[in-house]
């Protein structure tokens, strides 16, 4: 029988995390306290729905940031995969490294998948807003890849 899901929810402590980008800068929950800022996980770097969602938030990063928010991707791929995904699509945010699935686990995303009938583990695309004093703001589990960055934008109430 599988383990129990975690499923977060607004106003849950965001979970302790410690994580490299794609440069091996170290990023932490500690470190990040008093900034809001957006954790998205996606499954793969450089396939089409994690381009989708990557370039958009890329093309909304003027808004958030304007906003005071941050954003950084998180994905099991390594730093050279997140380097060349980051290169090829320019985009202004870290990458961070899950390749030991630490993050995943702790968010609830790495979870049992079902595809042409196949059933398997893996990362369902999951969005976080974590607010300045370290507690979870928005959580969206199962998102979609297009339209998603306007969407939470509208929920955060950010932009236009």
């Known amino acids: 029988m599988p383990e129990a899901e975690i499923d977060l929810e607004p106003g ?3 979970p302790v995390f410690e994580a490299k980008d794609e440069s091996g800068k170290l990023f932490s929950s ?9 954790l998205y996980f ?3 770097d450089d396939t089409p729905g994690c381009t989708i969602q990557a370039c958009d938030f890329r093309d909304n990063m003027a808004t ?3 906003t005071g928010i941050n954003v950084f991707g ?13 290169e090829k699509f ?3 945010f870290p990458l961070l490294v899950d390749e030991n699935l630490s993050m995943q686990e702790a968010f609830g ?5 079902k595809n042409y009938g196949k059933t398997y583990m893996g990362t369902v695309r999951s969005t976080f807003v974590v607010a300045a004093d370290g507690t979870l703001e928005w959580v969206g589990y199962n ?6 960055v306007e969407r939470l934008m509208s929920e955060l109430d950010v932009g236009a």
Do not use: M, N
Request: no cysteine.
């Open 64 to 66: 958030l940031t304007g």
């Open 30 to 38: 500690s470190t990040l306290l008093g900034q809001r800022y957006v």
């Open 143 to 148: 998102v979609r890849a297009k339209g998603h």
């Open 42 to 44: 996606y499954p793969k």
């Open 12 to 14: 849950d402590k965001v």
């Open 90 to 92: 320019d985009l202004p």
């Open 109 to 113: 995303v790495w979870r049992e998948k």
């Open 74 to 86: 998180i994905s099991k791929d390594g730093e050279e995969s997140h380097t060349k995904f980051k």
